[in-house]
Structure formats: C-alpha cells, structure tokens
C-alpha cells in the first residue's frame, strides 16, 4: 500500500491527473480503518462475531417491513439492490460507500475532520482480479461487462450466505472485496457517483479482506493522506466547485449540513 501525503492544494490536481479512474473513500480520521457500517455498529457488542447471522435477521426484517412506505422494491433475489436500499435508509450493512470521483470523497474527508484526514484510492482492476479468483470464471467481454459480473457474483455469495439463518450463522468462506452496484440508483447514489465495495469476511475490515490477493496493477491501493491545515482552504476549494452538502445530500438535510461550511469558507 502506497502512502501519499498532501499538505498544500496545489498538489490536488496531479493526483487527480494521477488516479483518473479509482474508487475512493473520504474518512474524516486518517487513523481509521476501512469498515461498513455493520461492523461498526456492532464492534465491542456480544454480536460482534455474528455479524452474518445480524445481517440475516436486518434484511429479512427489512424485506417484510419496506413495502408498507415504498412503493418500488427489488427482485427478492437481488440482495445487492436490498442492502443499498437498506443502507440508504440508515440500516447498517457490509456495504462500504466508495465514489468515483476524487473530489466528493475529499468533501467527505475533511467535511468531518479536526486532524488529519485519508482518501483512500483502490484501483477497480485490483477488485476485478479478486472476482476472478473467487469465480474462477475469468474476465470475458467489456468493462460494463466486468461490472455486472461483479455484482452478480456477490448476489450468489450473498444469496448463498443469507438463504438461512443458519448458514448465516458460522464464517464466511472466503475473504475478498468486490465491487457491486445496485440495478436501479437512487438520487443521491447518482448525484454522489457512487458504488459499493463489499467484504466477504465480515471479521475482516476492508484492507484486511484483500491481503491474500496479489494484483497486476501497480500500487492497487493507495491511502492520500490531507494534512489538517487543509481543511478549511480545501472545503473553500470544493466548495467553489459546487461540492457541498447541500449539493450531495439534496433536501434540506443537505441544506442545513452546508451553512456550517458556508461559514468556514467566508472565514478562511
């Protein structure tokens, strides 16, 4: 894992020239590891090892209790496009929010930040390779075609792994990450250029499920590091880029969260 530290913004745009085409993450802390919000959710509690059999119980619950405030839901087998769902409408999942675009995972690096904070590049053919592995299919047809098979081998993983509360019950059988998108986006997926990096191995973080894979790409991974005297001057940049909350979260939620950094931007 390659480590890049940024410290002045004009050092932005030959990183962005550099990675044209990686999924990122912002983290607000450079310090934390990469991990879904049902690891989180559940780290330090007596469910903390049972996080698939968790994971069973919140989609069936979810699965049976949706349809009464939504009108339009997903084929019951598509469990990517259910746990996007469910992620969007505050469940947690082991979905990880990544973006393609290098500049909205700034936002949320330094949206948040009072130290130093990370975006985190991996590149899409390291997770490609991974599939590859884990499928033994081999990488047939074009990219959009690399993409569906992605997500529909992690729609038979899951599909395998969450059929029974009992086969939910014991460890995954593989570590991996994968890329998965659900068929249809919601606004603010769309808006935010958005997907979805999933772990197979739920005791795992993210970095942790990828360390028995080797890749053909050059540094598949790569943690930026932003200094903490950027965070004002960068959310003044981002914003001048029309990258704010209001903006990424459309509503007042997204209105509200702006007026703070509006604030820092006149100050800075």
Known sequence: MEEVIIDQWAQIAELEIEFPSEYFRGQADANWP?????QRSMKGSDFETELSNIEYWLLRRFKRGAGRYLESLPE??????????????????????????FY???????????????????DPFFLFDVVDTLSGEGRVGLRDEWDDSSTRFGNRFLGSLLK?????????????????EPCQFHNRLSIQQGIFLMPLDLQLDLIGNLLNYESSCENPIRKI??????IETGLAHLRAMN?????????????????????LCRNS
């Open 34 to 38: 990469i991990s879904s919000s049902l």
């Open 76 to 101: 019951d087998d598509d469990v990517v496009s259910w746990l996007s769902l469910m992620q969007h409408h505050g469940t947690p999942t082991r979905l990880i929010d990544f973006t393609r675009s």
């Open 104 to 122: 909205v995972a700034m936002y949320f690096a330094l949206s948040g930040a009072s130290s130093d904070s990370a975006v985190w590049a991996i």
């Open 164 to 180: 029974t509360a009992s086969s939910a019950s014991g460890p995954a059988d593989a570590s991996g990450v994968i890329a998965v």
């Open 225 to 230: 590091i932003i200094k903490e005297n950027l």
């Open 243 to 263: 990258i704010t909350a209001e903006t990424l979260f459309p509503g007042i939620d997204g209105f509200a969260k702006s007026l703070v950094h509006q604030h």
